[in-house]
């Protein structure tokens, strides 16, 4: 995502400019530590950086990726209330940031809506991001199962190349062992990858590698 889309905005990012200061830095440098997560948002100019929430054990997980025209926490800076969990944000590569205390957001917005906006969209991407790494993570187990599943049924050869195995999505969810709605969401899942297709008491196999990849990954992970 683009910091300004249009030309005509190019006022709106100088008054960002303006608003806040730059810095450079070098990968795996820290970039924003917890104790300014709330008080200040970052925009990545350019170069790639990465969120990192940190386990009380000491590990870091990341939680997000951030390109160039990415901001990162807005949304607590709206929130005006202290962000208890240690959220930090460091270089990948070497990065331009510019950092906009919460302070001077609020007047900018004002004078130039397009920068709420493209907030309105970061914020957006960034809920889009975690549901997605949170399917992921609830799924990823089931998806393995039910992969499983799939591929030690009798199928049926099609002239192009695919397998038709014949089981209805209730019967399947009766053999995994877990309910018609939730194997029906791993199936979609699996159909918008581009796996297989759904039809009507039948599933097509479209491709039996990557299937099986996904049952060994999860394997070798547990």
């Given at each position: 995502?683009?910091?300004?889309?249009?030309?005509?905005?190019?006022?709106?990012?100088?008054?960002?400019?303006?608003?806040?200061?730059?810095?450079?830095?070098?990968?795996?440098?820290?970039?924003?530590g917890p104790e300014t997560f709330g008080a200040t948002i970052l925009i990545l100019l350019h170069g790639i950086?990465?969120?990192?929430?940190q386990h009380h054990d000491g590990k870091l997980r990341t939680i997000s990726y951030l390109a160039s025209g990415?901001?990162?926490?807005?949304?607590?800076?709206?929130?005006?209330?202290?962000?208890?969990?240690?959220?930090?944000?460091?270089?990948?590569?070497?990065?331009?940031?510019?950092?906009?205390?919460?302070?001077?957001?609020?007047?900018?917005?004002?004078?130039?809506?397009?920068?709420?906006?493209?907030?309105?969209?970061?914020?957006?991407?960034?809920?889009?991001?975690?549901?997605?790494?949170?399917?992921?993570?609830?799924?990823?187990?089931?998806?393995?199962?039910?992969?499983?599943?799939?591929?030690?049924?009798?199928?049926?050869?099609?002239?192009?190349?695919?397998?038709?195995?014949?089981?209805?999505?209730?019967?399947?969810?009766?053999?995994?062992?877990?309910?018609?709605?939730?194997?029906?969401?791993?199936?979609?899942r699996l159909e918008h990858q581009g796996l297989l297709l759904l039809r009507r008491n039948r599933i097509l196999?479209?491709?039996?590698?990557?299937?099986?990849?996904?049952?060994?990954?999860?394997?070798?992970?547990?």
């Amino acid at each position: 995502m683009q910091l300004f889309l249009n030309p005509g905005e190019d006022a709106a990012l100088a008054a960002v400019r303006q608003a806040g200061w730059t810095h450079w830095y070098d990968p795996d440098n820290l970039v924003m530590g917890p104790e300014t997560f709330g008080a200040t948002i970052l925009i990545l100019l350019h170069g790639i950086a990465r969120a990192v929430l940190q386990h009380h054990d000491g590990k870091l997980r990341t939680i997000s990726y951030l390109a160039s025209g990415c901001c990162f926490g807005q949304a607590a800076a709206f929130m005006e209330t202290p962000v208890s969990q240690p959220i930090a944000v460091r270089a990948v590569t070497r990065c331009e940031v510019l950092f906009l205390p919460e302070e001077r957001l609020r007047p900018v917005l004002r004078a130039h809506p397009d920068v709420a906006i493209y907030l309105l969209k970061c914020s957006a991407m960034q809920v889009y991001n975690l549901l997605d790494q949170f399917a992921h993570s609830a799924f990823g187990a089931q998806t393995a199962h039910v992969s499983d599943v799939l591929l030690s049924l009798p199928s049926r050869p099609l002239p192009s190349g695919f397998a038709s195995v014949t089981i209805t999505q209730e019967e399947l969810a009766t053999v995994v062992g877990r309910s018609r709605v939730t194997v029906g969401k791993i199936l979609k899942r699996l159909e918008h990858q581009g796996l297989l297709l759904l039809r009507r008491n039948r599933i097509l196999i479209l491709d039996r590698q990557r299937l099986a990849a996904i049952s060994t990954a999860n394997a070798s992970a547990g």
